[in-house]
């Protein structure tokens, strides 16, 4: 399955927001990934951290994308995602980064 490991910034990003509440669906974005990267990570995890070195906070299952069409984050990509416990405290790892995203496939 493949996962993606993102690093947030600031205590409660504003990329971050809740989509449907009763479902436990959010949204993270906006990052610089390329559409054919996020299609193949449907149906992965999503890690986030605070930094490369500290272990998740947040995540779940990537339900869908979508690639922001105006604004400051016009063509970056947005995952909703269903959040679960078990995305908390995952390591990923210090090698294979490119600076705030890591790939596991």
């Known amino acids: 399955m493949p ?3 993102l690093i ?6 504003e990329n971050l927001k809740p ?7 959010w949204e993270s974005g906006f990052w610089a990934i390329i559409p054919e990267t996020a299609e193949r990570l449907v ?3 999503i890690y986030l951290h ?13 339900l869908s994308f979508r690639i922001a069409t105006e604004g400051k ?4 990509v947005a995952f909703r995602f269903r ?3 078990d995305a908390r405290e995952v390591r990923a790892g210090l090698d294979n980064w490119s600076q705030e995203k890591k790939f596991v496939w």
């Open 3 to 5: 996962a993606l490991h």
């Open 8 to 13: 947030e910034k600031g205590d409660f990003p």
């Open 19 to 25: 989509v449907d509440k009763e479902k436990d669906e």
């Open 43 to 45: 149906g992965g995890r």
């Open 50 to 62: 605070k930094a490369q070195d500290m272990r998740s906070h947040f995540g779940g299952d990537i």
């Open 73 to 76: 984050h016009a063509g970056r």
């Open 83 to 85: 959040a679960t416990g």
